[in-house]
């Protein structure tokens, strides 16, 4: 095994079992075991589908309820304790939770790891020798550091994927923190070159699954329409006139409604009488 050793041996046993199963399926054990691992990666996002669509509705609500968060944020602005104390409590009343759009996310990390050990393991390098290749890469279980020209087309293939998936997700979310998110692939490619080809092969399948997902989703739950401004105008003006107009009605509420009330009969007769004259 890898020095690294972070994910607990069953669970990489379970995977290269389900590895092996896909291996098998493909091509009667004689497949590509680049199908395998994208396979592998259908396996994964299945197992955590539920998870996702929950998120979905979590994140839905707080695009909802961010009025009314970003209000508790402006009253409390000076006092950083104060703010997030409003703001727990705030979220338990309207039981909601802030990090369950992030599960999904980040429940596909152990996975990522355990594929990067099991790559490295000596019983993956075993079953795959002798059928290392897949389409233009020359070995599965290797960087692509000595086939610049498909590191390259791969490189560009992850960041493409990568950054159309986080903006199909992140639509309509913080702005800031979607810069940062957009950033991210370009401060990862230092990493990935030296992963091994199949760990290049999962993240792009996973990134395209995502698309994939995303649009599906968004057919299945439309992002709800936010007219908050609005409502809390409507609301004001509401309050507004029912403090200001009397119960028998009169001058005041005709005042908060927008109109200026009629002259009296008498005042008209007035008139009428100066002309007269």
Not at 49 to 60: A, D, E, I
Request: glycine share 8%; charged share 20%; hydrophobic share 45%.
């Amino acid at each position: 095994m890898t020095p690294l050793a972070i994910i607990p041996q069953p669970f990489l046993n379970v995977l290269e079992d389900v590895l092996q199963f896909w291996h098998d399926f493909v091509g009667g054990g004689t497949g590509s075991w680049g199908w395998a691992i994208i396979l592998l990666t259908f396996t994964i996002r299945i197992l955590i589908l539920p998870l996702t669509f929950k998120s979905v509705k979590s994140m839905q609500k707080l695009q909802v309820l961010q009025p009314e968060m970003k209000k508790i944020q402006e009253r409390y602005k000076g006092d950083k304790q104060r703010m997030n104390q409003e703001m727990m409590k705030f979220y338990q009343e309207n039981k909601v939770n802030p990090l369950g759009s992030c599960l999904p996310l980040l429940l596909q990390i152990p996975f990522f790891i355990a594929l990067f050990e099991l790559l490295r393991s000596d019983s993956f390098q075993s079953d795959i020798a002798g059928n290392t290749s897949f389409g233009p890469i020359n070995d599965l279980a290797a960087p692509l550091t000595d086939q610049p020209v498909v590191l390259a087309f791969m490189i560009v293939l992850y960041v493409a994927t990568q950054l159309i998936a986080t903006l199909i997700t992140s639509i309509g979310g913080d702005k800031t923190q979607q810069r940062i998110m957009l950033a991210l692939p370009f401060v990862f490619v230092v990493f990935i070159i030296n992963f091994e080809a199949g760990l290049i092969v999962y993240w792009i399948t996973t990134n395209v699954w995502t698309i994939g997902q995303q649009l599906v989703v968004r057919k299945m739950y439309p992002r709800p329409k936010l007219e908050a401004d609005g409502d809390v105008a409507t609301g004001a003006a509401t309050a507004l006139v029912g403090k200001s107009k009397p119960a028998a009605g009169g001058e005041n509420g005709s005042a908060a409604s927008g109109k200026v009330p009629p002259p009296s009969p008498r005042k008209r007769k007035k008139k009428r009488s100066g002309r007269r004259r």
